[in-house]
């Protein structure tokens, strides 16, 4: 089935390991999204990726640094995590072009860290 | 910057009319999305409503734009147990290709 693939689904982590969340994607698209989700503000991005080799930062991309390896894989890493990060990451992608906005984001089923 | 407002939470009767409501602030937008989140999973697109509509009906959604004040709904009706969930709404940035999301409402049905 066609869709946005995240790994893992849960992760506890101590204060100041790291780890990397990975995204896939099957959907030929070129555009790619890390958000992060914190009850009562919604979905906020941290990194996305227009396209296979560019990156640009988001609304909080303190803390986090990202690799688009090819166009079907975007990762999310922290390299020294703190309890402020404790929250869902959600990686989503959309299609391309005015007729195809219509389908707005695709989204991945989410990974639910907490940092102790 | 853009700002997507939405009350939190949201308590209807099984059977009632659910409306959730946003305020947005980028007029310029061109498409307006509503999500819904069920617990423990990833946003799934809803419906959509293009800027240049004033209402959009789909099976049980109504979705109504008044582009004069900045406000979106979405109507719900005979709302049933399984509709509990957040809802997000969400306007494309006009000058970028990213997506504004509001803050969420979640929605409790009681039976």
Redesign the interface.
Known sequence: NAGVTQTPKFQVLKTGQSMTLQCAQDMNHNSMYWYRQDPGMGLRLIYYSASEGTTDKGEVPNGYNVSRLNKREFSLRLESAAPSQTSVYFCATHPEGTTQMLYGYTFGSGTRLTVV | GED?EQS?FLSVREGDSSVINCTYTDSSS??L?W?KQEP??????LT?IFSNMDMKQDQRLTVLLNKKDKHLSLRIADTQTGDSAIY?C?E?DSGT???I????TRLKVLA
């Not at chain 2, 999301?101 to 969420?104: A, H, R, S």
């Open positions: 997507v939190l061109t498409y999305y999500y423990g999973a990833g946003l799934q697109l959509y997000f969400a494309r290709y990213k997506y999301f509001g803050t969420g």
